[in-house]
């Protein structure tokens, strides 16, 4: 009995300390630790500490960000991330509470911000061209079909 609640205690601390260490070293290793067991071996004074964890996902939807590697080749795209850049650098100059690692986060909440709204306005502008020629397509096909049934009751009266 003595031993079982020893290995609880030890797997609540081994649980609590796996938890502040996800949290400190990475957001990106933000982990759900679910279970931790101590499992004693089999013809073995070591214990055997299994975890079961789970990776915390973002899911996909507005505000989740992947840099889509398409517009880095764009000079419309280049220009605007580079002016964002200098301004941002000159804003945060006389600011001498910033360090250079709050800077760079600085930059790159502002670049992913330029970011999302250059692909909002290029995606508007691709829907609204798109629509234009469907359109454009349909405005064709109806007069095909209307010079085609001109030429049709022309033919018909000879």
């Given at each position: 009995?003595?031993?079982?609640?020893?290995r609880?205690?030890?797997?609540?601390?081994?649980?609590?300390?796996?938890?502040?260490?996800?949290?400190n070293?990475?957001?990106?290793?933000i982990c759900?630790?679910n279970?931790?067991?101590?499992?004693?071996?089999?013809?073995?004074?070591?214990?055997?500490?299994?975890?079961?964890?789970?990776?915390?996902?973002?899911?996909?939807?507005?505000g989740?960000?992947?840099l889509?590697?398409?517009?880095?080749?764009?000079?419309?795209?280049?220009?605007?991330?580079?002016?964002?850049?200098?301004?941002?650098?000159?804003?945060?100059k006389?600011?001498?509470?910033?360090?250079?690692?709050?800077?760079?986060e600085?930059?790159?909440?502002?670049?992913?911000?330029?970011?999302?709204?250059?692909g909002?306005?290029?995606?508007?502008?691709?829907?609204?061209?798109?629509?234009?020629?469907?359109?454009?397509?349909?405005?064709?096909?109806?007069?095909?079909?209307?010079?085609?049934?001109?030429?049709?009751?022309?033919?018909?009266k000879?």
């Amino acid at each position: 009995m003595q031993s079982s609640k020893r290995r609880v205690s030890i797997a609540n601390f081994i649980l609590k300390c796996f938890k502040t260490s996800c949290v400190n070293r990475s957001s990106s290793l933000i982990c759900n630790i679910n279970q931790v067991d101590i499992v004693p071996g089999f013809k073995t004074d070591q214990l055997m500490i299994t975890l079961k964890t789970a990776l915390l996902h973002n899911q996909r939807g507005r505000g989740f960000w992947k840099l889509s590697m398409s517009p880095l080749t764009e000079d419309e795209y280049q220009s605007q991330i580079k002016t964002v850049i200098q301004e941002t650098k000159k804003k945060c100059k006389s600011d001498n509470s910033i360090t250079l690692s709050l800077l760079g986060e600085i930059i790159k909440m502002k670049v992913r911000e330029q970011s999302i709204f250059y692909g909002a306005a290029k995606k508007s502008k691709y829907i609204s061209r798109k629509n234009t020629l469907h359109k454009e397509i349909a405005d064709l096909e109806g007069e095909i079909i209307f010079q085609h049934g001109h030429k049709r009751s022309a033919k018909a009266k000879m």
